[in-house]
């Protein structure tokens, strides 16, 4: 589902404070402002964002090496989520690793976060093993799941 006005594009340094705040309504356990500042300033080729009406509404955070990729994060602002803003970001990010080419695809999602499970499976991930108390605040399991190339 294409979302009427979104656009996905390289974060600023400006994007920093909408990028925490999404973060902070995101998860129990967010990230440290830091890690957006040196993202947003420093290693802008990890990080996108998804901008609507000139509002940042969420953002991917990932990276590849050779012929694998990890997506680190991925955030909607909770007013957008169930719009497919989550689901265009994700694909954002396999086209730019090239998930569609030779890169095996790997991420980490707490177990309760059945919505993003259903989201990374309907493109292809599956869930391969399961990391006992990997999150904290709470305590909880992650999912890791991988999405492997289709042979062509």
Same mark, same amino acid.
């Given at each position: 589902? #294409?979302?009427? *006005?979104?656009?996905?594009? @390289? ?14 309504? #995101?998860?129990? %356990?967010?990230?440290? %402002? &830091? !890690? ?8 802008? &080729? /990890?990080?996108?964002?998804? &901008? ?5 509404? *969420? $953002? ?7 012929? @694998?990729? @990890?997506?680190? !994060?991925?955030? +909607? ?5 169930? *719009?497919? +803003? ?5 694909? /954002?990010?396999?086209? /730019? ?11 980490? +999602?707490?177990?309760? !976060?059945?919505?993003?499970? @259903?989201?990374?499976?309907?493109? *292809? ?8 108390? $990997? $999150? ?17």
């Amino acid at each position: 589902m #294409s979302v009427p *006005g979104l656009v996905i594009r @390289e974060a600023r340094p400006q994007d920093e404070a909408a990028c925490i705040a999404i973060e902070r309504a #995101s998860f129990a %356990d967010p990230w440290h %402002d &830091e !890690n957006f500042t040196r993202l947003v300033t420093v290693q802008r &080729e /990890h990080i996108r964002v998804a &901008e609507q009406d000139g509002v940042v509404v *969420g $953002y991917w955070i990932g990276s590849r090496i050779d012929d @694998e990729a @990890e997506l680190a !994060n991925l955030a +909607v602002d909770p007013s957008r989520r169930r *719009g497919g +803003v989550g689901g265009q970001l994700l694909d /954002h990010f396999l086209q /730019h690793v090239g998930a569609h080419q030779r890169t095996t695809v790997f991420l980490e +999602v707490r177990a309760s !976060n059945v919505g993003a499970q @259903e989201l990374y499976l309907r493109r *292809g991930f599956e869930a391969i093993q399961r990391r006992k108390g $990997y $999150y904290s605040q709470p305590i909880e399991d992650a999912v890791v799941m991988v999405r492997v190339p289709r042979a062509v």
